[in-house]
DNA sequence: CTCTCCGTTCACCAGGGTCGAAAGAGATAA
DNA sequence: TTATCTCTTTCGACCCTGGTGAACGGAGAG
């Protein structure tokens, strides 16, 4: 915090410009300049190069975000073996249930969807790849947390705190070690509207060696969820296919 | 191109360095530098940058690609109509068909995938999202070049010429204005080996008010498509997928 | 027609990015 | 244990280069 390591402006700048277009869904170097008070010829300069390199596409002066981003993105989702492993499951998972479903990692602290499926295989998630969310407050972050080191869950809550998203979030340490050692126990995690009001989400942590690769979960709106039959059949679901996507690790 | 508009060195350092990272899946400072042939402490600056902006993930002094890549990739396929639209009818031609398919656009005069599915639902596929391909040697290229305006293929042919991939690769503009000919009066086109060695491809344009917007492909062995019972079946399929496509932008 | 806003270009100057050297930090071997 | 190697990280200084504002040409709007 004292004094933070040497950065370099100029490429922060274009991260910042990147960022602006992703919020933007593309637009021309006046708006950008505005949205991030740069001047306008530093901003073009800056599209310019992204432009250059093939990461930008322009089509009537207005720049936005090329394919190329997509490739990166597909790269760093295929470099997880959960992913290979663990999306076909967690597409079947959402046909059989026919709810949405997740496939989650942990990355710097926070719950980062790697995968999404839907009953309908449409695109209308709640939760898209890359996606991030605090832990605490979500089924599969607590999921993953449940099986974390100690000193992780520390730094974790040291560095992202308890921040509060709905009125059910977990605010305190004390309940949500209580909550770790009930997930523990059971091998099944809920979130009840604690990230999202209205959201009820079940996870089940991907355990290999003992190590939580990550997680899966099943999710929808809270009040599809209350039935205790439907429950007990989602949560069974849920455990046969962690229990599936774990054997993919043990036969390598 | 005399004259190369201004671009920012930094910028496109950092940029190298970032493609360094895709292809070496994960590296330090000083495996990066001697890639580059840069100085470490450049090099180390920059990860440091990317870094400290969340773009990146340390383990062990290795950095690597982190899940915001993922976010902003998913934001460009989510950008496409065409996915929204597409993604469940090419997931489901895939388990219909039992082959591979593929959902392509025209970026920057190649054809780049926007999905691609797999009959188990693997992630092994030959064309994964982002990748990118000559459109005159690709099946998908050819549907979508056959309904552009004589002048975008004009450009495009100029830009990245004909190269040949395999023997079989269309390398003439006759012959492939040919091919282009016969494939608006088929409305399927083919990829025999043309690309790939040993992999056939069929597929067809999705047009909408007679602009093509991409192309839906189905894709496998060589061998495994001589039939032509089968290859029957393959076209009626891949002709009603994308019918349906077509149909969703109809009623908006 | 004028006015405005846009993308794009240009030349100047100072701030900042690059580089080499060197200091920590581990790991391995003797 | 010490020596040696390699890697990450830090630091200072030089010179380059990225930022800037003004200005040009064009496209729309009124």
């Known amino acids: 915090m004292a004094s933070e390591p040497k950065t370099i402006g100029a490429v922060e700048r274009t991260l910042a410009i990147v960022q602006a277009l992703e919020r933007l869904g593309g637009a021309g170097a006046s708006e950008v300049a505005r949205e991030l008070s740069l001047s306008k010829s530093t901003v073009y300069t800056h ?3 992204l432009h250059a390199n093939g990461y930008l596409v322009k089509s009537d002066g207005s720049y936005s ?3 190329r981003f997509l490739r990166l993105g597909s790269t760093v989702q295929q470099s997880f073996d959960l992913y290979g492993r663990g999306k076909p499951v967690v597409d079947e998972l959402a046909t059989e249930t026919g709810e949405r479903t997740n496939l989650v990692v942990e990355e710097a602290g926070r719950g980062t969807c790697l995968h999404a ?3 309908t295989g449409s695109t209308d998630i709640y939760m898209s790849p890359g ?5 605490h407050a979500t089924a599969t972050g607590k999921a993953i947390l449940a099986h974390l080191p100690v000193e992780r869950v520390d730094d974790i809550v040291d560095e992202h705190g ?8 977990i605010t305190t340490r004390e309940a949500l070690d209580d909550e770790l050692e009930t997930i523990r126990q059971t091998g099944v995690s809920f979130d009840e509207q604690e ?3 209205g959201l009820r989400c079940l996870s089940s942590p991907v355990l290999v060696d003992g190590n939580p690769l990550g997680s899966v979960s099943v999710s929808g709106p809270a009040r599809q969820f209350t ?8 949560v069974d679901a849920l455990r046969e296919a962690v229990n599936v996507v774990q054997l993919k690790f043990v036969f390598s």
Chains 1, 2 share one sequence.
């Open 117 to 119: 499926a839907d009953a």
């Open 195 to 197: 990230a999202v009001e």
């Open 227 to 234: 039935d205790s039959d439907r429950e007990r059949e989602l």
């Open 65 to 67: 975000l090329s394919c």
């Open 47 to 49: 599209l310019n190069t």
């Open 162 to 169: 308890l921040p509060s998203l709905t009125e059910h979030t």
């Open 131 to 135: 996606e991030r969310w605090p832990m």
